[in-house]
């Protein structure tokens, strides 16, 4: 059996080159690999900017101009943080026409003797997060401890408060809680 040297040569050559292009080709499937493993993961981190961040009842309140009135009396009575940390209440909140058609301002309810603006918001929270449908007809305790009156009409969609206010707008879901819009101020003797 006669052996061709340059036919041997050339096979070897090739085997070489084979294994050569097969080491090649699976080291740059792992660079390509790791680099999209790399780049799935990046893309997946969250920054601040592009994370929607849950909104409390502040948050609610400040962004939207018909609760302004209250708003400025929950600032000015420094109880914010307490209405963004807070959670699981419910608030009555008086929409801006509620302080109209009391005649009322901000300033005028901040102007009251001391701490009674913050008893005035705290008439208006409930410790409890309970959705329209969950108000039954009897009293509840406020969080400044005095009593609030619930009752339903014949048409059980309407709910009143203390015979006077009436929920216009219900289950405003919060982050933190669950905002009940009122159309009259629920008062009390401050």
């Known amino acids: 059996m006669k052996l061709h040297f340059p036919l041997v040569l050339r096979k070897l050559t090739n085997a070489k080159a084979m294994k050569k ?4 080709d699976r080291f740059k499937s792992f660079i390509l690999f790791g680099a999209l493993f790399t ?5 997946c981190q969250e920054s601040d900017k592009d994370v929607v961040k849950p ?17 400025e009396i929950i ?38 003797p001391k701490d009674s603006a913050l008893k005035f918001v705290l008439y208006h929270v409930y410790a409890h997060q309970k959705v329209a449908n969950d108000l039954k007809g009897g009293k509840i305790v406020m969080m400044n401890k005095d ?10 969609t309407i709910i ?31």
Do not use: Y
Not at 21 to 24: D, G, V
Not at 84 to 94: E, H, K, L, S
Not at 168 to 179: F, T
């Open 55 to 71: 909104k409390t009842v502040t948050d609610i309140l400040a962004e939207n101009d018909r609760f302004s009135t209250i708003h």
């Open 39 to 43: 780049g799935g993961l990046l893309s």
């Open 147 to 156: 009593t609030v009156n619930i009752s339903r009409g014949t048409d059980t």
């Open 21 to 24: 292009n097969h080491f090649t």
């Open 160 to 190: 009143t408060l203390n015979k006077n206010a009436k929920i216009v707008e219900k289950n405003i879901h919060a982050d933190n809680g669950l905002i009940q819009v009122i159309d009259k101020l629920l008062t009390q003797k401050l």
């Open 75 to 112: 600032v000015g009575a420094k109880a914010q943080d307490a209405f963004r940390t807070t959670d699981g209440f419910t608030f009555f909140a008086p929409n801006n026409d509620a302080f109209q058609l009391a005649g009322l301002t901000a300033s005028q309810v901040l102007a009251f």
